[in-house]
């Protein structure tokens, strides 16, 4: 038995039905004000701001020196440019294809899980098509936890693999000719794969 990996493999499993994905519009430049610009608008916001703040202190007959009035809204200035430096980007909303790459991803996740579903339904009837795309991807998968749990895989130590995985594992994924997977045979193959 050969420990080859199969073209395409995991790749050619989630691609089976894939529909082909819309060119992405690159993302457009925010147009920046000038350095200057910027500190003389934050000068006159808390200019202003300390012309109301001073009136509305005056008129509740409430003295405060205006050097401590200034320095506190100057200070909130700072911490709201600080929050607004840090904040994520907000999602666009509107537009076709307008999603957050959150989103995006987790639509990409559910296609793919429905890809599988779709694989995995066929394959219960069609023995062409679970010896094609879900066996090899089975192999793989028991060969990659063989060799990240103890060094080996299926090529390299047959003997060895074949007692780390078990008799029922074993059978599963080395005959090609198998028909598919029955509920009980698939919960005892991932049984093994979770033990490796």
């Not at 205006?66 to 809204?73: P, Y």
């Not at 307008?98 to 793919?112: E, K, N, V």
């Not at 000719?177 to 005892?188: M, Q, S, V």
């Amino acid at each position: 038995m050969s420990s080859a990996p199969h073209d395409g493999g995991l790749a050619e499993l989630f691609e089976m039905t894939a529909a082909p994905a819309a060119p992405e519009a690159p993302p457009r430049e925010k147009r920046r004000r000038s350095p200057l610009l910027r500190v003389i608008g934050n000068l006159a916001l808390v200019a202003a701001a300390t012309v109301v703040v001073v009136a509305a202190l005056r008129a509740g007959g409430v003295q405060a020196p205006l050097l401590l009035v200034i320095a506190l809204l100057a200070g909130l200035r700072l911490v709201t440019i600080a929050a607004a430096a840090v904040r994520p980007p907000r999602a666009v909303r509107g537009r076709a294809g307008g999603q957050s790459a959150s989103a995006r991803a987790d639509d990409s996740l559910r296609a793919t899980v429905r890809r599988w579903e779709k694989t995995l339904d066929t394959a219960h009837s069609d023995a062409g098509t679970y010896a094609r795309n879900v066996l090899p991807v089975l192999g793989e998968l028991a060969d990659e936890r063989l060799r990240l749990r103890h060094g080996l895989t299926r090529g390299s130590d047959p003997r060895r693999a074949r007692e780390l995985l078990g008799e029922p594992a074993w059978a599963v994924i080395s005959d090609p000719g198998r028909r598919a997977l029955k509920t009980r045979d698939l919960e005892t193959y991932v049984q093994a794969m979770e033990r490796l």
